[in-house]
């Protein structure tokens, strides 16, 4: 891709009205960044799919390596597909439990916990890496920052997409168990190689509001002030 067509926006996609929508927060940046929460439990109502195109199109605009946006999305809605998706991915997960010496009845709550997440959420987006227009260094060094630099990116873009989420009046969770087992989803979702399986993230409306972990003070997060 060349720097002429990096450098073009791509078009606005119209955003829903949040007024007229049941639930959307009206809500100011640090009150959102503040507000969104990691739930776990998401009711079975439909999402529609204005609300995921509006979600998606707010990733696209994070930051990223020499404007390349090297993430890529696969939406998922159909109770079928994220069945086959969730119980491929227990399957890897078991072993590695069992790896970790958990015993049969923690295995099994555990994956019953984690394969019902999946399976409830009206809606999966699966976030992976696209290292494709990243550039090339002959050396390691570079190399590997060139990726660190776009995997950075990818979270920012999942972290818009997120805080669009919460602003539409819905809620979301962040997974990053395709990281553990990348093969087995590129295989049930017949992804070509190239693509990265990086993060989860299940979107819809919250079954009820969850408990928040408490967050450390700032001054115990800033090491230098110079």
Not at 164 to 172: E, I, K, N
Request: charged share 25%; proline share 11%; aromatic share 4%.
């Amino acid at each position: 891709m060349s720097g002429d067509e990096r450098s073009v926006p791509p078009p606005l996609v119209p955003l829903p009205d949040p007024a007229q929508l049941p639930g959307a927060r009206a809500l100011d940046l640090p009150e959102l960044i503040r507000g969104r929460r990691s739930v776990r439990r998401l009711r079975s109502d439909p999402v529609p799919p204005e609300l995921v195109t509006a979600v998606l199109e707010a990733a696209c605009w994070a930051p990223s390596p020499h404007g390349t946006q090297p993430w890529r999305f696969v939406v998922l809605t159909r109770d079928e597909r994220k069945r086959e998706l969730a119980e491929a991915m227990a399957d890897a997960w078991r072993h590695h439990l069992a790896m970790d010496g958990q015993d049969d009845e923690t295995i099994a709550r555990r994956l019953a916990g984690s394969q019902r997440r999946l399976r409830e959420a009206p809606v999966l987006i699966l976030v992976c890496l696209d290292p494709s227009d990243l550039d090339r260094y002959p050396d390691a060094e570079r190399q590997q920052a060139e990726r660190i630099m776009a995997i950075q990116s990818l979270g920012a873009a999942v972290q818009n997409l997120l805080l669009m989420a919460y602003r539409l009046g819905l809620d979301t969770g962040w997974m990053c168990a395709p990281l553990f087992c990348p093969d087995v989803v590129r295989r049930v979702l017949d992804l070509p190689e190239y693509l990265e399986p990086q993060a989860l993230v299940t979107l819809g409306y919250a079954a009820a509001d969850p408990q928040r972990r408490p967050r450390r003070p700032l001054d115990r997060l800033i090491v230098a002030w110079e």
